[in-house]
């Protein structure tokens, strides 16, 4: 429970995934979709800030002018902040005169059981993918889940949309896999030495509260 989204440890949660989805972003950004990759909201660009890289020419919400000419301005505004993904990719295909939507959605789940996690993700976006298809039914509009095994298992749906969909291949594939696993693992520690400190300044707090203004309770 605690590795897989406990909410009372949301802030090293949060870290892995944002470490994790950042990487997988900039792998996405080197491939041969990298031309796609129009907004990322993992808090990508303030890592690259921080380590003296160039920042990715990528939004943090959904750009308005990537939506569908058709969509309603207050859709638009609502989509905006109420449905970010992590990832979103957007072309348009001039030959058959259509755009090309791929959302991205990044999840940590329990090692031998991705499906709860993976309908989540599903849901989560629903109001977007259903948005893009109904003011622009030309369109073709994909959705990634990309699911993380918190013990560091990497799963082969996620290592095909990787490849397939995404345009991460050969040695950049198997380096992004790597560091993926090393990122789980090492915030399996972080994670729960962040649980420990929790639960002892909570215990503390207790006894401090048991002893009472004067300690002699």
Request: glycine share 6%.
């Amino acid at each position: 429970h605690a590795l897989s989204g406990c909410r009372q440890l949301s802030e090293p949660v949060t870290l892995r995934h944002n470490t994790a989805a950042s990487a997988i972003v900039e792998a996405i950004s080197a491939g041969t979709k990298g031309g796609q990759v129009i907004a990322a909201d993992v808090g990508l660009n303030n890592r690259r800030r921080d380590k003296g890289i160039p920042q990715l020419n990528v939004y943090r919400g959904v750009p308005g002018g990537a939506l569908p000419p058709a969509m309603p301005a207050q859709v638009k505004a609502h989509l905006r902040t109420h449905s970010v993904p992590d990832a979103l990719l957007y072309a348009y295909d001039k030959k058959r005169r259509r755009r090309q939507y791929t959302v991205v959605e990044i999840k940590y789940c329990r090692d031998t059981k991705p499906a709860d996690q993976e309908a989540r993700a599903e849901k989560q976006h629903e109001e977007l993918v259903s948005a893009l298809r109904e003011y622009d039914p030309y369109a073709l509009v994909a959705q990634c889940n990309l699911m993380l095994g918190v013990g560091g298992a990497i799963p082969t749906n996620m290592v095909r949309h990787l490849r397939d969909d995404l345009g991460v291949a050969d040695t950049a594939l198997n380096a992004l896999l790597k560091q993926l696993h090393y990122t789980a693992i090492e915030h399996i520690e972080k994670i729960w030495r962040y649980r420990r400190a929790k639960i002892s300044n909570r215990l503390n707090q207790t006894r401090s509260s048991l002893k009472g203004p004067t300690g002699n309770r």
